[in-house]
Nanobody, 120 residues
Framework: QVQLVESGGGLVQPGGSLTLSCAASGDIFSVYDMGWNRQAPGKQSELVAQ???????TYADSVKGRFTISRNNDNNTVYLQMNSLKPEDTAVYYC??????????????WGQGTQVTVSS
């Protein structure tokens, strides 16, 4: 069994910073792409950032220059450093990872979501 566990969400004032973490654990053989999506109330889910196993990064235009994605392949953890936060960044943030389990089954896994609220 494989699971992703997120942490680090919360309430922050505009202009502030937060760091999200997501650790993959369980019967893992290998972890490929990892990333973060978010969904705000009444809006569609959007890709925020993605990072390959080889550390190639992709960002949504709305977060470029403010958010930084990183990962630690030794402990299968992905991070999202969020700076200069804006009220429009308020959403539930979900991590995801493409994982090959020890059963040789490859699929996408998702975390349970963590709330980020940017408000004064």
């Amino acid at each position: 069994q494989v699971q992703l566990v997120e942490s680090g969400g919360g309430l922050v004032q505009p202009g502030g910073s937060l760091t999200l973490s997501c650790a993959a654990s369980g019967d893992i053989f290998s972890v490929y792409d990892m990333g973060w999506n978010r969904q705000a109330p009444g809006k569609q889910s959007e890709l925020v950032a993605q990072i390959t196993r080889g550390y190639t990064k992709t960002y949504a235009d709305s977060v470029k220059g403010r958010f930084t994605i990183s990962r630690n392949n030794d402990n299968n953890t992905v991070y999202l450093q969020m700076n200069s936060l804006k009220p429009e960044d308020t959403a539930v943030y979900y991590c995801n990872a493409e994982i090959i389990a020890t059963t040789s089954i490859q699929r996408d896994y998702w975390g349970q979501g963590t709330q980020v609220t940017v408000s004064s």
